[in-house]
Structure formats: C-alpha cells, structure tokens
C-alpha cells in the first residue's frame, strides 16, 4: 500500500470514536475567548501536560498571581510554586517570566493582540526569537488564537508520530515535524488531530514501556509491542 495512503488510514484512526472514547477526559474549551497572551502563557503549560492537567494548573497560576505584571517580578520559585502539577515547574516559570520581562520592556505592557492583525507570518516574525517561547508556544498560538492550519507537536507527540510512522525517522525537530504534518492533516482537523494524538502519545505511547495492549492505535501501529512476559524466577 502506498505510504500516504497507509498514513491517512492513520490519522483515521487518531481522530476516530474508539481513539476518543478510551482516552481521558475531554478537553474543554476556555468558557470565554482568551487573550493571545492567556493562549501563550497556556501553551507553556500545555507542553508534555494534557489538557485537563494545564487547564487546572493555569487556573492555579491565574488566582495565585493579581495580574501578569505580578507574576513578572515575582521569583521563578513561586511561579513554579503555582504550577505545581506539571512537570519541570521551575524551568516553565523561568520561561514564562523570561517572556512577559522581554515583552513588558519593549512594550510597557502585557497585551499581544496586535498579533491578530499581523497574521501568522507577522506573529512568527515577532516571537520566533522572543525569551521562553518554543516552537510548540508559536504553533499553539497559531492553531488556537490565530485560527492558522498547523499542529503543534511536544516530545511525547514526536516520539508517538515517529512510532506510529507518521513522520519519517529522520525528522529531527519541531519546525521538520509541522511541515510534514500540515501537509498531512487537513485543516479542518489540526485542533482534533493534535488533542488526539497528545492524549494518545500521553496515556499510552510512553518512553518506556508503551501501553500498546490497550492502545486504541495498537490495530494499525507498525511499532506496537507485545506486552512483556512476567519473569519467571529460577528456583533456588
Ligand atoms: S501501539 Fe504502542 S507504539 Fe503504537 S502508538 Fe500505541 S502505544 Fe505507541
């Protein structure tokens, strides 16, 4: 069978019924629509987070702290503080203030709405080398706020897209990975594919060990694993 066909057959089967009914709870949409800035300072909770795990952190992070300017000149300790629940809390806080110090020096202020206007490109342009913002930071803002066709994709997104061969081996980056990608998923369903997979690559397709037993992909997954047998010790 032809390799894009074989993938589409994939992508199927991340955005299927059985994909969406055996992994955790749904993600949910913010009750109201969000700053560009809330989409970013999200983003970098949401990176190797699932979505219900950012939503409860970055509520956290939203009461722990009166606005963005304080939580600019608080300490990267109590930010990490405030996003406890997440993994390497103290290196996102780093991230995150690094960025509202940089935006707030050059602009004396906290708002990125202007990023509308400029479009994706123009949006690029101006954060592509801005403090603490990532590539998957960039993508998710321009796949929720900017409405852009792309799919943002983390590690454990990139280890379950190599696994699954949906990207070639040699893809080696973020930036390599979107490429491909926006060429295979139609625009359509870049927020479903990417809430999918994150929570697949997630709950089952772990570094170690991957759940492929229970894994809704195991059927069409040329890397799918038979579980381990239980060791059998030698009698003494
Ligand atoms: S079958 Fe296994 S290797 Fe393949 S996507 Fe699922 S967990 Fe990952």
């Known amino acids: ?79 990490a503080e405030a996003l406890a629940g997440l993994t390497n809390p103290r290196a996102r806080a780093e991230r995150m203030i ?15 709405e202007s990023l509308q206007k400029k479009g994706v490109k123009g949006a690029a342009k101006q954060l592509e080398n801005a403090k603490g913002i990532s590539d998957f930071t960039l993508a998710w803002i321009s796949q929720r706020s900017l409405r852009a066709h792309t799919v943002p994709v983390d590690a454990p997104m990139m280890r379950c897209l190599k696994r699954l061969g949906l990207l070639d081996a040699t893809v080696e980056n973020a930036v390599e990975a979107r ?4 060429e295979q998923v139609e625009k359509n369903h870049g927020v479903d594919f990417t809430d999918q997979l994150s929570r697949i690559a997630l709950d089952f397709c772990h570094d170690r060990n991957p759940a492929c037993g229970t894994c809704p992909l195991a059927a069409d ?13 030698k009698p003494k």
Request: glycine share 0%.
């Open 1 to 79: 069978m032809p390799l894009t066909v074989v993938r589409q057959k994939l992508i199927s089967q991340v955005l299927s019924r059985k994909a969406a009914e055996v992994v955790a709870d749904p993600a949910s949409e913010p009750a109201q629509e969000w700053t560009v800035m809330e989409h970013l300072l999200f983003a970098i909770c949401r990176e190797e987070s699932s979505q219900e795990k950012a939503e409860v952190v970055f509520r956290q992070l939203q009461s722990r702290f009166f606005d963005w300017n304080e939580m600019r000149v608080s300490s990267p300790r109590e930010v």
């Open 98 to 112: 690094s960025f509202l110090q940089e935006h707030f020096e050059s602009t004396y202020g906290f708002d990125l």
């Open 179 to 182: 490429a491909s990608l926006d």
């Open 221 to 233: 997954c040329p890397s799918v694993r038979a579980p381990s047998a239980p060791r059998v010790r």
